[in-house]
């Protein structure tokens, strides 16, 4: 009698919160999680990391971009942007703009506006060699890549975009005055682009991989 009342006692004191629980170990109970091929098979998001390569003439070497699409909130909306290169041109010449060392960061944000199909915006910036007695290198440009995106059939993020490119000093002659001349990083209301040209590219969905056993590399440890 005793073992039975005390098991009503916590039945009464604990039920409501176990109840709460069912649900929740139900579901978890029937949770199946996919392989690793099976989630290279059905990623369908435009969440994850990503890679381009591209070249522009024979004579020169790849050049690789990668990309990381992070999403913003639960519904799929909104998603943060994050691209750079490893082997970015190391300077660039054109329009007086000579001695930039390799661009920065590029950063931006991906909005849903239909059924696959994205709108986005992203911004970077490039910079002089940091001088020896300055901490910070002189911004020399500032570019926008504007456009819209979708997932192609094959998986791809393939983006159909237009570069609008701002130069951050005086250059040429006449002079083109400065389109950032408050030096907030961002173009100065009302500025124009120096120059402007379209700029698709197709990346490629950086997929989960099976390791290989390392007695078959050239070498190992």
């Known amino acids: 009698m005793k073992r039975t009342n005390t098991f009503l006692t916590i039945a009464r004191k604990y039920g409501p919160l176990l109840s709460l629980l069912v649900v929740p170990l139900l579901i978890a109970a029937d949770i199946t999680f996919p392989s690793w091929q099976d989630y290279n098979d059905?990623?369908?998001s435009i969440a994850g990391v990503w890679m381009s390569g591209q070249q522009s003439s024979p004579e020169d070497n790849p050049w690789i971009w990668t990309e990381t699409l992070t999403p913003?909130?639960?519904?799929?909306?909104?998603?943060a942007y994050r691209g750079s290169s490893p082997n970015g041109s190391v300077h660039e010449g054109m329009l007086g703009l000579s001695g930039v060392r390799v661009p920065g960061v590029a950063i931006g944000e991906f909005v849903q506006t239909g059924e696959n199909e994205y709108y986005f915006t992203i911004i970077c910036h490039a910079a002089g060699a940091i001088p020896e007695e300055n901490a910070h290198g002189v911004l020399k440009w500032v570019w926008?890549?504007?456009?819209t995106a979708s997932l192609s059939e094959e998986g791809t993020l393939v983006k159909d975009g237009m570069w609008q490119f701002y130069n951050s000093?005086?250059?040429?002659?006449?002079?083109?005055?400065?389109?950032?001349?408050?030096?907030?990083?961002?173009?100065?209301e009302g500025a124009v682009p120096l120059l402007c040209g379209p700029w698709p590219m197709e990346s490629k969905r950086v997929l989960l991989q099976a390791p290989t056993p390392k007695e078959q590399a050239d070498f190992y440890y």
């Open 42 to 44: 059905s990623a369908d």
């Open 169 to 188: 000093m005086d250059v040429m002659d006449p002079v083109i005055a400065d389109k950032d001349a408050d030096d907030d990083g961002f173009p100065d």
């Open 72 to 79: 913003l909130d639960d519904t799929g909306m909104r998603y």
């Open 144 to 147: 926008y890549w504007i456009g």
